[in-house]
C-alpha cells in the first residue's frame, strides 16, 4: 500500500472517530433531556408569584414544588404564564408539569396527579358592598338568578359547569386573572365572581380595587380549592415516581409545616 493510501486510512479513521464521539454527545444530551421537567403556572398570591419576569417565580405554592425537584434530582424549566397557557401546556406537552392546579372529577382522568401541596379550601362567592342580592344567597342554585364571573378552565368555571351552571346564561367567562375583579366595578350586568378568602385580598391588589369595597356572599363548600401539583399523562413514569415519592417525604418530614409557618402572615385563613 502506498503513502497515499495510508493517508486516506488514516483520515477515515479519524472520521470515525468524531462520528463515533458526536454520536455519544448526542445521546448523553437525548437523556439529559428525556430527564428534564417543564413546570408551568399562573400568578396566584400567595401560592405563586410571578415576578417583571416570566421566569421569576415565588410563592409558597412553588417552594413546595422546587424542594420537590430538588429532592427529586431532575433538572427543570419553571414559567409563569396565563392559566389558560399553562393550563394548555400540561394537556399537550410531554414532561410538563402544572401547579397549583384544583383535582376535580372532570380533570382526573386529564393529567397524572402528582400530590397535593396547598391546604384545604373552598371557593367563595364575592360581590359589592353595594350588591343588595348578597344576603339572598342562602344555597348554591340562588346564583343561577344573577350572572357570576369566572376564569376560563379554572376550577370555578368547570365546577360551577359540573353543578349545572350554564355560559351565558348563568357565567360569564374571562381568560385573564386581572379582569376578575375589575369587571365587578366595571361591568354592572355583572353580580357576582368566585375566588377564595386566600387570594382574595392578592387579587384585589392586582386589579387595583380596595377589597374592603367587597363582600363574602357564600362559602361553595361543594367546591373545594385543594391545589396539586399534576403532570402531562405522557411524562416519564420515573419521573412521576420520583415525584411522588419526594412530595410524600416533603409532607411528612416537617419541611411542609415549617413552609407553611413562613407564609402563614401572608394566608390569614390559616390562621
Known amino acids: ?25 448526542y445521546s448523553v444530551n437525548s437523556k439529559a433531556v428525556e430527564h428534564k421537567i417543564n413546570l408551568v403556572t399562573e400568578h396566584l398570591p400567595p401560592y405563586q ?11 409558597f405554592a412553588t417552594e413546595i414544588v ?6 427529586s434530582g431532575i433538572q427543570y424549566t419553571l414559567t409563569g404564564y396565563p392559566w389558560v397557557r399553562s393550563y394548555n401546556l400540561a394537556l399537550q406537552k410531554p414532561n410538563t408539569c402544572i401547579f397549583s392546579i384544583a383535582r376535580i372529577p372532570l380533570r382526573e382522568n386529564l393529567f397524572t396527579w ?7 379550601n373552598n371557593a367563595v362567592v364575592w360581590g359589592l358592598k353595594s350588591n343588595p342580592h348578597a344576603q339572598k344567597i342562602t344555597k348554591l342554585n340562588d346564583l343561577k338568578n344573577y350572572v357570576t364571573a369566572v376564569n376560563k378552565n379554572d376550577v370555578t368555571h368547570l365546577g ?22 375589575k369587571i365587578l366595578f366595571k361591568r354592572p350586568e355583572i353580580d357576582f365572581i ?22 363574602r356572599a357564600y362559602e361553595i363548600k361543594v367546591l373545594p380549592l385543594d391545589f396539586y ?3 402531562n ?3 416519564d413514569p420515573q419521573l412521576i415516581k420520583k415525584l411522588k415519592a419526594n412530595l410524600t417525604s416533603i409532607h411528612h418530614d416537617g419541611f411542609y409545616q415549617s413552609t407553611i409557618n413562613k407564609w402563614r402572615s401572608k394566608m390569614p385563613h390559616l390562621k
Not at 493517508?7 to 470515525?16: A, V
Not at 402528582?114 to 384545604?120: A, C, L, S, V, Y
Open 1 to 25: 500500500m502506498n503513502s497515499q493510501g495510508l493517508i486516506c486510512i488514516k483520515q477515515n479513521i479519524q472520521l470515525l472517530k468524531k462520528l463515533l464521539f458526536l454520536s455519544l454527545l
Open 114 to 120: 402528582i400530590g397535593q401541596i396547598t391546604e384545604k
Open 49 to 59: 408569584i410571578v415576578g417583571n419576569d416570566s421566569y421569576d417565580v415565588t410563592g
Open 229 to 231: 401539583l399534576a403532570c
Open 194 to 215: 368566585i375566588a377564595d378568602d386566600i387570594t382574595i385580598s392578592y387579587r384585589a391588589k392586582l386589579a387595583n380595587v380596595d377589597v374592603k369595597q367587597l363582600q
Open 233 to 235: 399523562l405522557n411524562t
Open 66 to 71: 422546587l424542594e420537590t425537584l430538588k429532592r
Open 160 to 181: 360551577m359547569i359540573a353543578n349545572g351552571f350554564s355560559e351565558g346564561e348563568h357565567l360569564y367567562v374571562l381568560k385573564h386573572t386581572k379582569s376578575l375583579l
